[in-house]
């Protein structure tokens, strides 16, 4: 008889897993507490009708570049799921008009940064090729289990090749920060700001322990990949991956929230929904925060050490998101850029730096940094022809916005509708000090400030969407704690899943579909 497994939420994780298990003839039930399947997978006509928005997550190139894609891309697109791609995955427009703009062409891209810093192309050809050559080894620790005898024997491996020192010193560059690794190899400040603003995506700084690494990988993931988009909007994703799992017999409620894991004797023995409903299960998938797991639905545990540490865990920055409906295409002041699938704003690596430095101290940044998409650049059918939709992510917001480092907007420690609007009126004002024609295009805006998200998608702490700190003590083999490394909870079939746990936050599927392979799929 097939085993039962419950997963609890319908995140990307949470799909990947419940689609996996599925298909493997397992009996799946997924449990959303909300009235739609997604979690962060959201597409609305949040502005005025006609005009199709992502209210949260958005591009797609960690899942287009994992494994998940490859075992379930086929399927998914019998059910409508269709990335939509474009040659221009990102760029940078400066306050001055200055623009520099990357491609999937790793030769275009050095050539680029040698007309704005002559060695700049040489920087940038030693940065994604040594990701490449390290790709088997770095990918597998970051997409990979952290413990186990396979990470010990990649680790044996590696050393073999490099020897023990030379291991060691891959390791030691590798914790470098975004900063050191920017400063110390590119000469012009606009292959800096092309690349700085990627570590916020991250969760991290451009000071933080590892940000250069990672800088250097999403660099070499957007020249290998682009960074893709889902025809119709990340929605219908979630419903692509809804039906593949109703059409292999799983079953996926809405509205059904679950209040705790039920536990016999070391073991999970189900879940029960807060109306006091009861689902029995050989095995449960939790996506959810860790604190609403050791805090919430493993209360009755007796795991006082692990509850403790699960609320030791630290938040990440929050995220405000700003959606745009526009009666043309945008007039931008630097040339190239009308079809950049994510646009930053910045100066530079410094001002990358200040923005996300107030609103960690909790501070409305005063220029914050701004990621602009263009959804309608690689996907059409999201407005009427010849209009337009911007996708604006500040992902340096404060959780709770105690101050402004600019002075001008009163706060109280909430997201008020009057600060979130403030908020709102700043960046648009420096969204329009980029485009000539803002005036004449502006149709209608959404904001969507940290404490409108959490209300949205109850894993998105306090409009946190990284699942926590992503600091290198939160990290790897410690997140969200040391013990709970990969997923372990202490109870024998239950597996905490989604970006609380590694290989942390993002569209990758990462942890969900080590789950469902450790479960046999």
Known sequence: MARHHVVVGSGINALVAAALLARKGERVTVLEREERVGGCLRTEEATIPGFRHDVMAATWVLFATGPAMGALGPDLARHGFILRNGPHPTGVLRPDGTALVLTTDREANARALDAR????????????????????????????????????GLLLNEARKRGPRGLLQWFGEALAPARGWLEGAFEGEDARALLAPWV??????????????????????????GAPVVEGGSGAAAEAFRRLIEEKGGTVRTGAEVDRVLVERGRVAGVELTGGERVAADS????????????????????????????????????????????????????????????????????????????????????????????????PSRCPPGKAVLWLQIPDAPRRPEGDAAGEIACDGTWSEAVREAFADRLEGILRGHVRNWDAIRLARRAYSPADLAHLNVNLVEGDPYGGDCALDQFFAFRPFARAADGRTGVRGLRLIGAATHPGPGLSGGSGFMAAKGLGA
Request: negative net charge; glycine residues 12%; proline residues 6%.
């Open 200 to 225: 916020l995506h991250c969760g991290l700084t451009p000071e933080s322990t590892y940000s250069g690494k990672m800088a250097q990988v999403v660099a070499f993931a957007l020249e290998a990949a």
């Open 284 to 379: 449960v998938l939790a996506s959810v925060s860790a604190g609403a797991l050791w805090g919430r639905r493993l209360r009755d545990a007796d795991a006082p050490g692990d509850k403790a540490a699960a609320a030791r865990v630290r938040r990440g920055r929050g995220d405000f998101q700003l959606n745009f409906a526009l009666d043309g295409q945008p007039d931008w002041i630097g040339e190239g850029v009308a079809d950049v699938a994510l646009l930053h704003l910045t100066d530079g690596l410094d001002a990358v730096s200040r923005s996300c430095n107030e609103a960690t101290r909790g501070l409305l940044p005063a220029v914050p940094t701004i990621c602009v998409g263009q959804p309608h650049a690689l996907d």
């Open 117 to 152: 810093a002559p060695g700049d192309g040489a920087a940038w050809r030693a940065a994604v090729g040594g990701v490449e050559r390290d790709a088997p080894f770095l990918f597998a620790l970051l997409g990979g289990p952290v413990w186990g005898m396979r990470t010990f």
